[in-house]
């Protein structure tokens, strides 16, 4: 009897340090493992997740099924309530984890009692936009292939959106940081040469996110953008704080990449840039020179803020259309000047503003205002 007790320990004692080293080796599975444990908080037995989603109607319906989660393709993750044992409200950032990347949410400390998570159905961004943009959207006639916010600072107040969250109060919080952008226009149909489709926002930082780059390292040589200091940082330091977000992965797969076109443009941009010299293929890049001439001139244009709440009154902003190069045998590339008007200025020896600009996938979908206190968010991932 005893014989058959020590076998049976030895076999038990096998198996676990098997368990063990498949473990150590497998972290796969391990992973696996964290994520139905994650999963475990959405189960139909399990009260202390509530999600609610929205109808077409703009009314709230509770999920009764916690073990699904709503269909990215129509609804999108907005924001989340969540109280404690007491029943007082807390800050759900502080007590929920929460991933769209894997579509799991979990309440990380035991003191939390019950949180409620809120899918909207938002529309189509087109569709969002005639109905929120008002007269300074103009959705009926397209300008270099898109229809455009176009007025003064003034009149354009509904073109905010949030971008890097889902949450209203994180992105209006931090208005002058990473999440606050402005859509400079959506494009009104395909253009193959450049990689661009129909639906897609092209948005603008709303403020810089660097106030001392040079255009280029090199003021002697000829200087597409594929090789661009500006779209090194770009594409390098600035992308990096997108994918270092919560959730960055994510936010990063929703900007498109695609082929900038840079001619040489020695009069002053007008309402099309010349698309005769495409450049290489980045995800973000800067306004045009016709950006900024389609979106209204001078000081007064929603488009111009080197004079406005960027805080940089002194400071001029490249844009990405070159003027080539001048007599003196150096290249010159266009800026917005801090009198409000487009002109031009050395690629290297000028240390200038930079706002990212990108488009996104097309099929995002909006709900919200589109004001600096309401903006737009957005609700669902892309179609492509």
Known sequence: MKRKVLISLIIIS???????IYHLFNPLNIKELEKVQTQKILSSNDKSIAILVQDTNGDWHEQEDRSKWPDPSTHGFVGAECTDSEGAEVEWEKVLTFSLTDKTATIKTKQTSYCTLYFATGEPALDHLK?????????????DGMYRYKGTAAQVTNNYIC????????????????????????????????????????????VPS??????????????????????????GTFLSTIKGLVDGTYWESMISSHKWYNADQRSTPGETEPKTSQTAESKIGLMYGTDFTNASTGTSSWLFIT????GNPSKEEWTMSRY?????????????????????????????????????QSGVNLTGEGTKDHPYIITTMPNN
């Open 14 to 20: 096998i198996l676990i340090e098997g368990v063990f």
């Open 131 to 143: 109905k929120k943009g008002g007269s300074t959207f103009n959705s009926t006639s397209a300008v």
């Open 163 to 206: 971008f890097g969250t889902t949450v209203e109060s994180t992105c209006t919080t931090n208005a002058s940081g990473n999440y606050m952008y402005r859509i400079i226009g959506i494009t009104s149909a395909a253009d193959n040469t450049i990689g661009l489709y129909a639906n897609q926002l092209k948005v603008i930082r709303a």
């Open 324 to 360: 080539g190069r001048s007599s003196n045998g150096n290249y010159v590339a266009w800026l917005v000047a801090t009198g409000g008007t487009l002109s031009n200025g050395y690629i290297v020896n000028n240390t200038l503003a930079v706002r990212p600009v990108f488009y996104l």
């Open 307 to 310: 004079n406005g709440w960027s």
């Open 210 to 235: 660097s106030t001392s780059q040079a255009w280029h390292s090199s003021n002697s040589s000829n200087t597409p953008w594929g090789s661009s200091s500006a779209k090194s940082y770009l594409n």
